[in-house]
């Protein structure tokens, strides 16, 4: 465990990092059920829903990627998400079976999309049929 000292109001205390850490763990909370609530983006992952990431080599990731974490809005601007010792950080990498919710929608949550034309005689046609066919509610053009 490597310690640093810190000075406060003219007293020294030590200040380990390893307790950081758990802080910073303790302040996500159960974040390793809400970003394994999602399949992983990344297609060098592809980690299904209820699985933690992994690398390309077969091992269950040390941390879970930023384009999965950052589905969940509460973490979207953390710098990085651990994957919990309870998944074996390092172990090879195995299936878990998934949530009974993965893949429902969130609530409370709309997909906006955003249609331009350059000119005049350019169409929005094509592009409102992908908007719409991507299950985008509302459209701005």
């Not at 000292?5 to 809400?34: C, M, N, P, V, W």
């Not at 172990?91 to 949530?99: D, F, M, Q, T, V």
């Not at 049929?129 to 509610?137: F, Q, R, Y």
Request: net charge positive.
């Amino acid at each position: 465990m490597q310690a640093t000292s810190r000075r406060r109001g003219g007293h020294s205390s030590l200040h380990s990092t390893t307790e950081s850490q758990l802080i910073r763990a303790r302040d996500y909370g159960y974040s390793h059920k809400r970003v394994e609530s999602h399949d992983c983006p990344m297609s060098t992952c592809a980690a299904p829903a209820g699985s933690p990431c992994r690398t390309g080599k077969g091992k269950v990731a040390i941390q879970y990627h930023t384009a999965r974490f950052r589905l969940v809005p509460q973490l979207a601007k953390a710098l990085n998400v651990p994957t919990p010792a309870v998944r074996k950080p390092g172990s090879a990498w195995a299936e878990l079976p998934r949530p009974r919710n993965a893949g429902a929608e969130t609530v409370g949550h709309a997909r906006l999309g955003y249609a331009r034309a350059s000119t005049a005689r350019q169409s929005l046609d094509s592009q409102l049929d992908s908007l719409t066919e991507a299950g985008v509610t509302r459209i701005f053009s």
